[in-house]
């Protein structure tokens, strides 16, 4: 590099880090985080008839003015081709208690159109006892931790209104707090049942 060169780029860069925006405290500052603006807008709340407590999961969602649709274990042609056709208009966010099996396939066609789970819970249930086990951003485990601790019988119905009542939670909040991955590692019993919201 040639002296004169090297005396530009010297003076090129003194000048800029005069600039006011590039003080040492802004260039060492953290990327600011965004805290949630509202509720995330659920669109619909799918449910498993088979299920007791999905039955109750679906009538309290009912209650708290949410639109339900009953899945009977496995979506059909008819389910795929109208979910789809939704989606690629809408892109709103979905949110349900099924199975495994349904949640999969489920997720399959929305990430056709570009949305994907932020939270799962597994529930362990047994008679009216359950064990919870969350998956999703940091913000959404500590919510269903605090509400679903001691849920007792009315769990499903609580687990509902837990699920309409999220926060917002942006891109980067989610991706940097987010544990899904681990979700795929749990055993999980197939009857178990799995609370999910895709967004």
Sequence with gaps: MSTTRRAFLQSVALSVCALPSCSSSVLTARPIVR?????????????????????????????????????????????YEELCRWWRTKRTPVAGMTDFRSL??????????????????????????????????????????????????YWSRKTARLVLSLPECDALTMRLTS?????????????????????
Excluded: C
């Excluded at 544990?179 to 967004?199: C, F, G, Q, Y």
């Design 35 to 79: 805290q949630p603006t509202g509720l995330l807008r659920i669109e619909r709340v799918f449910f498993d008839v088979r299920q007791t407590h999905a039955l109750a999961f679906a009538e309290a969602a009912r209650q708290w003015g949410a639109r339900t649709r009953a899945i009977w274990g496995d979506v059909d042609d008819r389910w």
């Design 104 to 153: 999969f396939l489920l997720q399959m066609m929305a990430a056709d159109a570009g949305l994907r789970p932020v939270l799962r819970i597994h529930h362990g249930a047994r008679d009216e006892s359950a064990a919870h086990e969350a998956f999703g951003a940091h913000m959404y485990r500590a919510l269903t931790e605090a509400r679903l601790a001691n849920g007792g019988g």
């Design 179 to 199: 544990n899904l991955h681990e979700a795929n590692l749990r055993p999980l019993d197939s009857k178990a049942l799995v609370t999910w919201v895709i967004a």
